[in-house]
């Protein structure tokens, strides 16, 4: 199962880019360009890259940008008042950035593992 980013977060972002870059062009490249810039390269992760996957034998989440990712084994991981654990560690997802179905659907399933 992906785990996708909010699209609804993504398209915020994507805004407010195309709202400094409009700014920038009626004002001249500023600093301002280059937050644009980066605004829109979030905003693209956001709706193209998934923030993780949940396999049959682990939960693997992935950075915005680069190659790495980190693994956690199902077996390890436990829901406590809807926050991840493994172990005695949280798990860092980022729920507010996090597609609110896929994040009910990700706690059901590490609930109802055996």
Known sequence: ???RYSTGFAAFLLVA????LATSVLTGASVNTFTGVILLLVGIGYIVRPLGELTATDLTLFALI???KRQYPITQLRVVDSKIYSGDKKVRIPVWATNSADWRTLLERLQAKP
Do not use: F, Q, Y
């Open 66 to 68: 680069g190659p790495v």
């Open 1 to 3: 199962m992906k785990i």
């Open 17 to 20: 880019a195309a709202l400094v």
